[in-house]
């Protein structure tokens, strides 16, 4: 099965793709081999997880040809200027033994971060090809538009927590009208959402699973992408299965009715999500 394709007019990265983390080591390469076997054509990793080396190992011995694969990492947050950043990135490609990323954004941002500085450094890389395009994870609605205001280098995506019982109406209101790629993670709410009867009984009836319908509930939207994660090639099929489901207006409107502010991923350092 294939994931459908995101086209923005930046870049065209498959809505659906496998998230990595907490999974290191002979697990992460297991997984990311039996993924790519299924048809996942997106992998998310970070400097910080600690699984380059693992998923790049996989993407070398899938047997896939590398232009046919979107990868994405991230730089950790303590690189707060552009040299530090750059100097973090080459070591991401060392360890995933890639020449070029699909995708390269800055995980976190920190108050110590010289957001310029970063910028300028995306823009180098961007430009000599190491990574394709260029975004950020985790930035709230002000210091997005800010990212974008000083328009040193285009912002191909964000990367948020975003699933049916965590909206994000203010950052998909700039995401849609620039067509900048939103990428949800946690899309399954940790496997903790699943539970909640509407789910189920919308699930029931379209003979889906829970995870299917949550991850459906993301696709349908304008330039969003979901990236769950799963170590089982059950579960991993059961996922991509997702772009199969067309949920009704009816569907839309039942699931709308759930909560919409349960952030799982929310540690000391997160920003003023409002700001
Ligand atoms: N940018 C960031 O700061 C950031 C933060 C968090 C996450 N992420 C990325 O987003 C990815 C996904 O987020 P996440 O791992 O936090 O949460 P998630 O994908 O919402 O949930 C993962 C959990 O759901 C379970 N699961 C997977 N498929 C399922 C299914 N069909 N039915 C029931 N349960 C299922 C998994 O179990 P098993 O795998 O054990 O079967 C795992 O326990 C991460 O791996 C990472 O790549 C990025």
Partial sequence: MKSPVLNTPLMKMPALGLGTWPMKGGACQAAVETALSLGYRHIDTAEMYGNEDAVGAAIHLAGVPRGEIFLTTKIWNDKTDGPSFRAAFDECLGRLRQAYVDLLLVHWP????????????MAWIRANNLAKNVGVSNFPPGLLQRALDLDIVPIACLQVEHHLMLGQDRLLAITQARRIALTSYTPLGKGQTLDHPVIQQIARRHKATPAQVALAWLLRMQDVAAIPKAQSAQRQMENLGAAAIRLTAEDVAALA?????RRFVNPDMAP???S
Wanted: proline share 15%; net charge negative; hydrophobic share 40%.
């Fill in 272 to 274: 003023d999500w409002n």
């Fill in 110 to 121: 920190s108050p110590a971060m010289d957001l310029p500085s970063i910028l300028e450094a």
């Fill in 257 to 261: 009715t759930l909560p919409k502010d």
